[in-house]
């Protein structure tokens, strides 16, 4: 049994850093959008195509504010630091009862 109880240990481990990692996208996406980037730039297009989806589904509930606000980065970032906090430390808990 301690075979599952290692194996939902890595698989906390790599959902952790999952998530930082796309928490860090969402923040590199929210700071290109304050300058004047070049959108045929492929950094840009990369962090533009990765992160539209999650962020298109947010503000389809939550719209822009009429002075230009768009909140749905800092509400992606939110529900990822959740996920971080609840389902990181579960699995790992889990991993631990299992082994």
């Known amino acids: 049994m301690f075979v599952v109880g290692n194996f939902v240990s890595a698989m906390a481990t790599l959902v952790d850093f999952a998530l930082s990692a796309y928490?860090?996208?969402i923040i590199g996406r929210a700071i290109i959008s304050w300058v004047n980037a070049d959108p045929y730039n492929p950094i840009v297009r990369f962090l533009h195509e990765i992160t539209e989806p999650a962020?298109?589904?947010i503000r389809r509930v939550v719209p822009v504010f009429g002075s230009g606000l768009d909140l749905s980065p800092m509400l992606l970032i939110l529900a990822l630091i959740f996920l971080r906090s609840f389902l990181v430390p579960?699995?790992?808990h889990l991993a631990r009862s299992m082994g």
């Open 23 to 25: 928490m860090w996208v």
């Open 90 to 92: 579960t699995l790992q």
């Open 55 to 57: 962020l298109s589904r």
